[in-house]
């Protein structure tokens, strides 16, 4: 007995047309790509890892950068800096501007929040598929004071999350 694999029967149909050509299903689908950035240079590693992504599967990029609040002991309580929100989209624009290709659809998002909190907020509002994020690499003492923003994305996202180290060798 001989099997054939056919992968679609309208493609091995002789009548089939052009326009009923059955065309592969994609293992991925990405719409939404989120960048998270605190504007250091070790942040927008991410950057060409997110490019090449959206590039690839036609997504959008949001770039995200979170005001942090700040706890004041002489007025005991927690407040957000009166920095313009303008200057911060001012400058994610500029970052857009040196390192996205004008082809590439781009979202920039300033928040206020804790960074873990405001990633998972926005990475939901915009349903992302993708958060690709840079780690600073801290160890030892620096990571168990300040702890990983990068690990807290991971361990909480809503979707999968690709993470660049700053030191690493790159593959794009």
Not at 43 to 56: D, G, I, M, N, R
Not at 124 to 129: F, G, L, N, S, V
Not at 130 to 148: C, E, Q, R, V
Request: proline share 7%; net charge negative.
């Amino acid at each position: 007995m001989k099997t054939e694999l056919v992968e679609n029967p309208k493609s091995a149909s002789s009548n089939a047309g052009p326009e009923e050509a059955v065309q592969p299903v994609p293992a991925m689908r990405l719409r939404h790509i989120l960048v998270p950035l605190d504007l250091s240079d070790a942040s927008q590693k991410a950057l060409p890892y997110a490019v090449s992504f959206a590039e690839q599967f036609h997504a959008t990029l949001a770039l995200l950068y979170v005001v942090q609040p700040r706890d004041d002991a002489e007025i005991g309580y927690t407040m957000y800096p009166l920095e313009d929100m303008t200057l911060f989209k001012t400058q994610l624009a500029a970052i857009r501007a040196a390192n996205i290709p004008k082809e590439v659809p781009v979202k920039i998002e300033v928040r206020h929040g804790i960074f873990s909190e405001a990633i998972f907020d926005v990475a939901e509002e915009i349903e992302a598929d993708l958060i690709i994020t840079a780690t600073h690499g801290y160890t030892g003492l620096k990571h168990l004071l300040l702890g990983s923003n990068a690990e807290k994305v991971v361990r909480r996202a809503p979707c999968p999350v690709l993470v660049v180290r700053e030191g690493e060798r790159d593959f794009v």
